[in-house]
């Protein structure tokens, strides 16, 4: 299983971006896909996160900035970010918790997509 992410770049504050992780290869399923960043020295963290049926999880300092939404039928998570701040610039990863085809559990992560927020 692979895990494409885009959309990241160079943007002002206060500006916008859409990222977009989509997920191929075999697996029988999907569940919890989510995006986690890292600043340079800083651990990794997590931004949001949402479930197969649409539940989500955001951190609280992108509460209301941030939207995590996916479209199961393609397999991609969405990650809209608005009102971006310098802190926002990092590294962001998107991951998934899959099912393969022996119906294990096994959790992915893409490549990484650098966002930077220029004041």
């Known amino acids: 299983v692979q895990l494409q992410a885009s959309g990241g770049g160079l943007v002002q504050v206060g500006g916008s971006l859409r990222l977009s992780c989509a997920a191929s290869?075999?697996?029988?399923?999907?569940?919890?896909m989510g995006w986690y960043r890292q600043a340079p020295g800083k651990q990794r963290e997590l931004v949001a996160a949402?479930?197969?049926?649409?539940?989500?999880n955001v951190a609280d300092s992108v509460q209301g900035r941030f939207a995590i939404s996916r479209d199961n039928a393609k397999n991609t998570v969405f990650l809209q970010m608005n009102s971006l701040k310098p802190e926002d610039t990092a590294v962001y990863y998107c991951?998934?918790?899959?099912?393969?085809?022996?119906?294990?559990?096994?959790?992915?992560w893409g490549q990484g997509t650098q966002v930077t927020v220029s004041s």
């Open positions: 290869g075999s697996f029988v399923g999907l569940n919890e």
């Open positions: 949402i479930s197969s049926g649409g539940a989500t």
């Open positions: 991951n998934a918790g899959t099912i393969n085809k022996n119906y294990k559990y096994v959790e992915v």
